[in-house]
């Protein structure tokens, strides 16, 4: 039951679980709590992660790439499973001290890079490869703007009305109708930005989508949060409703919703684990994914 009287004390104190589904892995401390090494294969790129929102955000981009020819891009993908606290370990912590998904080492240089926080994984392949990031100066500060906006915005989304909504160990009526204004308002920004463009960015599918689609699609199709898209009323955001139709079609994306899932490919070492995977997976996946 909710203490509509609790006083915050003078010096708050971390003296006992938060509750809530990830009560479990929820600390305000860094750093790693037990010595494991990471895998690595044989691609230059090695990505350790999940198939959460963000997660996506970089093996869609892998694949996109993979799509459009760019071998290079092959990629390594390990799993790392949050509930169990793999990000925690040490190896993890190496390449990204925040602890969380995704993290990669890029092996293609003279000495490792790594790239944590999904946004800068994002930023870091498309330049690299030149690929789904506007080169005038124009267009590619429209799309970081967007890019920007949703790393931004994700908080509000996930921490924000997906806990108290869907997560938290018991219902709250200010949290969640706070956060649910919060991410109407996301969808109407996008949904007024998209009724006069295709893509946030303009014309052509960027990183400034992947970044978007991942948290705004997952609602939008009814994958995420229980009945958050009737709570929502998300089909009101008709122009967001074509956008997710688009990227739902291309194969890439397909193919990087998959990675580092467990309805899909628990890990990912060549293009050829997806031919292990039932077919109907690959022509259109399952709303629940």
């Given at each position: 039951?909710?203490?509509e009287?609790?006083?915050?004390?003078?010096?708050?104190a971390?003296?006992?679980?938060?509750?809530?589904?990830?009560a479990?892995?929820?600390?305000?401390?860094?750093?790693?709590?037990?010595?494991?090494?990471?895998?690595?294969?044989?691609?230059?790129?090695?990505?350790h992660?999940?198939?959460?929102?963000?997660?996506q955000?970089?093996t869609?981009?892998f694949?996109?790439?993979l799509?459009?020819?760019?071998?290079?891009?092959?990629?390594?993908?390990?799993?790392?499973?949050?509930?169990?606290?793999?990000?925690?370990?040490?190896?993890?912590?190496?390449?990204?001290?925040?602890?969380?998904?995704?993290?990669?080492l890029?092996?293609?240089?003279?000495e490792?890079?790594?790239?944590?926080?999904?946004?800068?994984?994002?930023l870091?392949?498309?330049?690299?490869?030149?690929?789904f990031?506007p080169?005038?100066?124009?267009?590619?500060?429209?799309?970081?703007?967007?890019?920007?906006?949703q790393?931004?915005?994700?908080?509000?989304?996930?921490?924000?009305?997906?806990?108290?909504?869907?997560?938290?160990?018991?219902?709250?009526?200010?949290?969640i109708?706070?956060y649910?204004?919060e991410?109407?308002?996301?969808?109407?920004?996008?949904?007024?930005?998209?009724?006069?463009?295709?893509?946030?960015?303009?014309?052509?599918?960027?990183?400034?989508?992947?970044?978007?689609?991942v948290?705004?699609?997952?609602?939008?199709r009814?994958?995420?949060?229980?009945?958050?898209?009737?709570?929502?009323?998300?089909?009101?955001?008709?122009?967001?409703?074509?956008?997710?139709?688009?990227?739902?079609?291309?194969?890439?994306?397909?193919?990087?919703?998959?990675?580092?899932?467990?309805?899909?490919?628990?890990?990912?070492?060549?293009?050829?684990?997806?031919?292990?995977?039932?077919?109907?997976?690959?022509?259109g996946?399952?709303?629940?994914?």
């Open positions: 039951m909710a203490d009287t609790y006083t915050p004390p003078k010096v708050w971390w003296d006992q679980p938060s509750g809530g589904q990830f479990s892995i929820n600390r305000p401390i860094a750093g790693a709590t037990h010595d494991k090494e990471l895998p690595h294969g044989e691609h230059k790129y090695q990505l992660s999940l198939a959460t929102p963000n997660g955000k970089a869609i981009l694949e996109e790439l799509e459009a020819g760019v071998t290079e891009a092959e990629y390594d993908a390990w799993l790392i499973n949050i509930g169990e606290g793999d990000q925690f370990g040490s190896g993890f912590v190496g390449i990204n001290p925040n602890s969380k998904i995704p993290a990669l890029d092996l293609t240089g003279p490792p890079i790594r790239v944590f926080e999904s946004g800068a994984i994002l870091h392949l498309s330049e690299k490869y030149g690929m990031i080169t005038d100066a124009k267009g590619r500060a429209e799309c970081l703007s967007w890019l920007m906006w790393m931004g915005s994700a908080p509000f989304i996930g921490g924000g009305f997906g806990h108290f909504y869907a997560y938290a160990p018991f219902k709250m009526e200010y949290p109708n706070r649910a204004m991410t109407k308002r996301l969808f109407d920004v996008a949904n007024r930005r998209l009724a006069e463009s295709a893509y946030l960015a303009g014309d052509q599918f960027t990183i400034a989508d992947i970044a978007a689609y948290w705004l699609g997952a609602i939008h009814g994958a995420a949060y229980g009945d958050a898209a009737t709570f929502l009323s998300v089909h009101e955001y008709e122009h967001v409703g074509r956008w997710v139709s688009a990227i739902d079609a291309r194969p890439g994306t397909r193919r990087g919703r998959l990675v580092n899932n467990r309805t899909g490919l628990i890990e990912r070492h060549s293009a050829a684990d997806f031919d292990t995977l039932d077919p109907d997976l690959l022509k996946i399952t709303k629940g994914s």
